[in-house]
Antibody
Framework: EVKLVESGGGLVLPGASLKLSCIVS????????MRWVRQAPGKGLEFIGE????????NYAPSMKGRFTISRDNAKNTLYLQMSSVRSEDTATYYC??????WGQGVMVTVSS | IQLTQSPSLLSASVGDRVTLSCKGS??????LAWYQQKLGEAPKLLIY???SLQTGIPSRFSGSGSGTDYTLTISSLQPEDVATYFC????????FGAGTKLELK
């Protein structure tokens, strides 16, 4: 059974940093490009970025460059999203996904003082 | 590439043929997918590469289009199709449309 389980979300203060994790099972993690996508409450989907199977290359949406960093540990079947200097507009559900085949259920991040 | 979906809200009856539109600001070269998202759930891929049906998706869903204009068609609307539908382009960067919410009339 394929599972993608995100964690690390919650309530965070503006300006803080946060690292999300996504643990994968049920498919060969190291074969896939992996992505992060977010969805603000009641809004549409927003692509954050992606990472190559071996971790050697990342691409980010222009609006996400600079504050978000995607990384992976293939030995641990885990994808990461490092978020820095968070602001209220980053409040959203964050999904890890291969995009075409598999999606996690998402983790909520709320930025508020 | 910006994607514009229309309409933003669509009301239809069970059995209706439903057509959803997605227009790109540039040529998408058929690198377009459609997702269905039900309330409280993760998105589910329906169609990729414009017209390829994802495994396990009912054949009442189909996709078409070229250039900048793409369409998702549901040939006979079922109650379980109530959801929001997003298009997604992966030709130049990666962007999603704002979605079409489909409800029953």
């Amino acid at each position: 059974e394929v599972k993608l389980v995100e964690s690390g979300g919650g309530l965070v203060l503006p300006g803080a940093s946060l690292k999300l994790s996504c643990i994968v099972s049920g498919f060969t993690f190291s074969d896939y490009w992996m992505r992060w996508v977010r969805q603000a409450p009641g809004k549409g989907l927003e692509f954050i970025g992606e990472i190559k199977p071996d971790g050697s290359k990342t691409n980010y949406a222009p609006s996400m460059k600079g504050r978000f960093t995607i990384s992976r540990d293939n030995a641990k079947n885990t994808l990461y999203l490092q978020m820095s200097s968070v602001r209220s507009e980053d409040t959203a559900t964050y999904y890890c996904a291969t995009i075409f085949d598999y999606w996690g259920q998402g983790v909520m991040v709320t930025v508020s003082s | 590439i910006q994607l514009t979906q229309s309409p933003s809200l669509l009301s239809a009856s069970v059995g209706d043929r439903v057509t959803l539109s997605c227009k790109g600001s540039q040529n998408i070269n058929n690198y377009l997918a459609w997702y269905q998202q039900k309330l409280g759930e993760a998105p589910k891929l329906l169609i990729y590469n414009t017209n390829s049906l994802q495994t396990g998706i009912p054949s009442r869903f189909s996709g078409s289009g070229s250039g900048t204009d793409y369409t998702l068609t549901i040939s006979s609307l079922q109650p379980e199709d109530v959801a929001t539908y997003f298009c997604y382009q992966y030709n130049n960067g990666n962007t999603f449309g704002a979605g079409t919410k489909l409800e029953l009339k």
